[in-house]
């Protein structure tokens, strides 16, 4: 597993070992190769940051939820906590790494000083030009991929080795070609060898969801006749296959790669084009940047002995914060607030209803203590004479001539949320943003109440200007009231008897058709009134 814990630090790289983890609470992911998402699955179920490429790549294809992926633009700064009441943060910025897709190169910087990890990649001269990198900034810490770094490896320049593959290919003309790849790379070589040679490149269906994504040129397909290049997984060539394809049609077989591979076939070649960095690539990349340290991405492979010379003076061990250490020494397994407030600060939230059933509306306006019965009398009595509450109506209405909307102002801070008034005073209240994270007892205490309901009158006028408003009346003192139904036919299902019935009406274990029958209960006991009412 390449991957690092980044010591003194919450931040973990290409780690996805919880159990060893460790103090580890802000997780990186350079690339998707397999080699750097060991122990990564659709159970990883911590906040994960990477490029927007690498984000859909990895819900794709290891259906890590969306939930945990945070995709950050490359080329940009973004600044992130490192604890949990926001003293602390870091400011990370994506490079493009010239590996594969999506991937990149991280830069951190904080109190930790300033830590490059340049995951997998093959180094350009162009990257020393990359604004975060211009500005000659000390580098403290290198995480440098050494795959390469062997002085004893000569290998040729990305342009170089496709060369190489171009004048191979011409070599044979009639022949069909099989280019041996992993699942992830190499793409823009493909695209070059379509351009060279005016050819279609045939690809699996997943490859080429991929370049379309990418936004390569036209010069893909599926069809497996369609072009002389194919495009194929690299384990795929062997001997066997090779004698199967030339029984077909003439074909040769290319493996761009640095490794060292045996050829099991006249007709296999092995090209030394890499995605990895070169041994004197890497010398330079070093010398211009003269980190303090350097430190091996791939452990097996020792290198910071080749770089001595480019080194700048040796820091301090850093000091960590407090309240990054609190932030680190918390339980992982826990919900971190940091989370929450990350999430809520990302995005709005959807909107959530809280139901109150007409009892608790009329307790809270009614300080007399009033029996039952007596508030359905003063509710009647008060349908034809109370003055509207809210004077601001909105022209939209939810059902046609059946409910309206209003816009009223809630606590003490007067900002205004969206109150839908319902039949026999069911209010239906949706919560404000800032309300999603509070619980009931908070919102008591700041004064705004268990739903944030404006408190009017004790006599019971609110319960009966939600009736007047539910019935679709411009006005209270309208004389088409008694004209409207309490449940008009059309709205009679029994969805809709079910949505118009409080909540704390139903009483617990009881089964689906006790409910159905609490519920009709209810609703005859309402229509009951009603025709009593219209008899007096």
Not at 126 to 138: C, D, F, N, Y
Not at 171 to 196: M, R, T
Not at 215 to 229: H, M, P, Q, S, Y
Not at 341 to 347: A, D, G, N, Q, V
């Amino acid at each position: 597993m390449n991957g690092v814990l980044i010591p003194h630090t919450p931040i973990a790289v290409d780690f996805w070992s919880l159990r060893r983890a460790g103090s580890a609470r802000l997780f990186f992911l350079s690339h998707m190769h397999s080699d750097h998402t060991v122990g990564l699955s659709s159970t990883w179920a911590r906040p994960l940051y990477c490029s927007p490429i690498t984000a859909f790549l990895l819900h794709r294809h290891l259906q890590v939820s969306k939930r945990w992926i945070r995709a950050l633009e490359v080329g940009e700064s973004h600044v992130l906590p490192l604890d949990e009441i926001g003293r602390e943060t870091m400011t990370v910025t994506l490079m493009d790494a010239n590996h594969c897709p999506g991937s990149v190169m991280f830069l951190f910087e904080g109190y930790f000083g300033t830590i490059l990890y340049t995951g997998d990649f093959r180094f350009t001269p162009a990257m020393l030009k990359e604004p975060a990198l211009s500005v000659g900034k000390q580098i403290h810490t290198l995480y440098l991929d050494n795959t390469n770094c062997n002085p004893a490896l000569d290998l040729p320049s990305q342009h170089e080795a496709a060369q190489q593959i171009v004048a191979l290919i011409r070599k044979h003309p009639q022949h069909d070609v099989k280019i041996g790849l992993y699942s992830l790379g190499k793409e823009s070589l493909l695209e070059q060898l379509a351009l060279e040679f005016q050819t279609w490149v045939v690809l699996s269906p997943r490859r080429l969801e991929l370049v379309q994504l990418l936004g390569l040129a036209d010069v893909f397909t599926v069809e497996e006749k369609a072009g002389r290049i194919h495009a194929v997984n690299h384990t795929e060539i062997c001997h066997s296959a090779m004698l199967r394809w030339n029984q077909t049609r003439p074909t040769i077989a290319i493996l761009p790669t640095s490794r060292k591979i045996h050829s099991s076939h006249p007709n296999i070649h092995i090209v030394p084009y890499s995605d990895h960095s070169s041994y004197l690539e890497l010398r330079a990349f070093v010398a211009a940047l003269k980190p303090c340290q350097v430190l091996p991405i791939v452990s097996r492979q020792p290198c910071r002995d080749y770089f001595q010379d480019s080194l700048g003076p040796r820091l301090p061990v850093p000091l960590v914060p407090d309240s990054v250490q609190q932030y680190m020494s918390a339980s992982s397994s826990k919900p971190s607030v940091l989370c929450l407030l990350e999430r809520k600060l990302r995005r709005p939230r959807t909107q959530g209803v809280v139901f109150e059933s007409p009892e608790e509306k009329a307790d809270r306006f009614q300080a007399d203590g009033d029996s039952k019965k007596a508030k359905n009398e003063d509710l009647s009595g008060n349908l034809e004479k109370q003055p509207s509450l809210h004077p601001l109506r909105t022209k939209k209405q939810l059902f046609p001539d059946r409910c309206s909307k209003q816009a009223v102002p809630f606590s003490e801070s007067q900002k205004m949320v969206t109150v839908l008034t319902a039949p026999l005073g069911l209010s239906v209240h949706l919560r404000s943003p800032e309300e999603e994270f509070l619980p009931p007892e908070t919102g008591e205490e700041i004064g705004g109440g268990p739903h944030l309901v404006p408190r009017g009158d004790n006599d019971g006028t609110a319960v009966s200007r939600n009736l007047c408003a539910w019935g679709g009346q411009d006005s209270p003192q309208s004389p088409s009231s008694k004209a409207v139904p309490l449940l008009a036919p059309e709205f009679s299902g029994l969805a809709l008897k079910y949505l118009l019935t409080p909540l704390n009406f139903f009483q617990a274990r009881f089964s689906s058709r006790g409910f159905d029958q609490q519920m009709e209960k209810y609703h005859k006991s309402l229509l009951k009134c009603r025709r009593e009412h219209s008899l007096v």
